[in-house]
């Protein structure tokens, strides 16, 4: 089955950084630049609230997401962009879903083992049933608008793996219905923390570990210049801290600049200041762009509610398209929110 539909969502647990946007969400833009499908992204606040969360703040994070989306390029004309909870349908599709998904499957994720070792090592520990069938979820989000292509980053390739498993029973179980959808990766699927390349960047590791899209030159300078390297010593190997600030490098277009490290660094000793400069002034160009037009779009809010209000009526109408039929399949009655 030929499919030009792609989804793909993002946690509003806070500042876009440097990881979503390389990872995904420039993706996302070059996709619906290209005007060669039909591009959905939706702001998954429901999935946000599987770990322990602050209702008012869940609400703000939500409206600042939507608006880094529209700031770091998404066009409500050509792409739909919406709130997950403005679309009843996904949670009523988890359920149909969460009835052909194998509780094994459900346990061998390793998100859920992470985030549950994450919050058993805190006092008053809750591991909620949500975070446990949250990929039941991101796979309804999926197959309810039957899209054939996902754009995300390395850490998703489990959940994608489910979400194309799930399709497949369902099918098998009730007919030839959902495409299985296919992991679409940027050059940058996994861009490392800045203090610890260990790791992946991400919010949840403290400032210091990511750059945030729209943060200030001072900042980012700053965090670039403490950014984890290695000795650089003539005969060593090239460190994963390294590889990632050229990675950056290429991810923000400066391809030319990024070889010429390479081949410097290829023989002799490795310099990492020059390297950190040029990352720096590539980052402060693209931070400060994205910073202006959010700036902007933040400035009219009521603009930004109506956007939010049309983007999930336009979702709504596939979404319920897809529950009538999953609904007549699965021997539900006839029902129309
Ligand atoms: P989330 O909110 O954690 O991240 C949003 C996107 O950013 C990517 N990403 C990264 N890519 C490269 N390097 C990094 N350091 C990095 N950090 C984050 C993620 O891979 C993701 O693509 N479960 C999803 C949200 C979701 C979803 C969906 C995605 C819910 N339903 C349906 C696709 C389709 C998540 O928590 O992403």
Redesign the pocket.
């Known amino acids: 089955m030929s499919n030009n539909t792609v989804?793909?969502?993002?946690?509003p647990t806070g500042e876009l950084h440097l990881?979503?946007y390389?990872?995904?969400v420039s993706n996302w833009v070059r996709i619906q630049n290209s005007k060669l499908y039909q591009p959905i992204y939706c702001v998954?606040d429901l999935?946000a609230m599987t770990m322990p969360y602050d209702p008012h703040t869940l609400r703000q994070n939500t409206e600042n997401m939507f608006i880094d989306l529209l700031a770091a390029g998404l066009d409500p004309e050509q792409s739909i962009v919406f709130v997950q909870s403005m679309a009843p349908e996904h949670t009523e599709l988890a359920w149909v879903l969460g009835c052909v998904c194998a509780y094994g499957d459900l346990t061998r994720q390793t998100q859920f083992k992470d985030k549950s070792e994450q919050l058993e090592g805190k006092q008053d520990a809750f591991i909620s049933a949500g975070l446990f069938t949250y990929p039941v979820l991101?796979a309804a989000?999926?197959l309810l608008y039957r899209a054939g292509l996902?754009p995300?980053?390395?850490?998703?390739e489990q959940?994608l793996e489910l979400s194309r498993d799930i399709a497949r029973r369902f099918n098998t179980q009730f007919g030839e219905y959902f495409p299985e959808p296919a992991v679409l990766s940027t050059e940058?699927?996994?861009?490392l923390s800045l203090a610890d390349p260990t790791r992946?960047?991400?919010k949840s590791l403290g400032p210091k570990h990511y750059v945030g899209l729209f943060e200030d030159e001072k900042s980012v300078r700053a965090k670039v210049r403490s950014a984890v390297t290695d000795t650089g010593e003539a005969g060593t190997e090239i460190g994963a801290g390294a590889l990632n600030l050229i990675g950056l490098l290429r991810a923000c277009g400066k391809l030319d600049i990024a070889q010429a490290f390479e081949r410097e660094y290829a023989n002799g000793p490795r310099r990492y200041a020059p390297l950190k400069e040029a990352v720096a002034e590539a980052l402060v160009e693209l931070t400060g762009a994205m910073r202006q037009r959010r700036e902007v779009i933040a400035a009219d809010r009521e603009r930004v509610k109506r956007l939010m209000r049309e983007g999930a009526e336009k979702a709504r109408a596939i979404a319920r398209a897809t529950m009538k039929d999953v609904r007549r399949m699965t021997g539900l009655p006839k029902h129309e929110a």
């Open positions: 989804f793909s969502g993002i946690q990881g979503n390389f990872g995904a998954v999935h991101q989000d999926i996902v995300v980053g390395k850490d998703q959940h940058t699927p996994k861009l992946k960047m991400s």
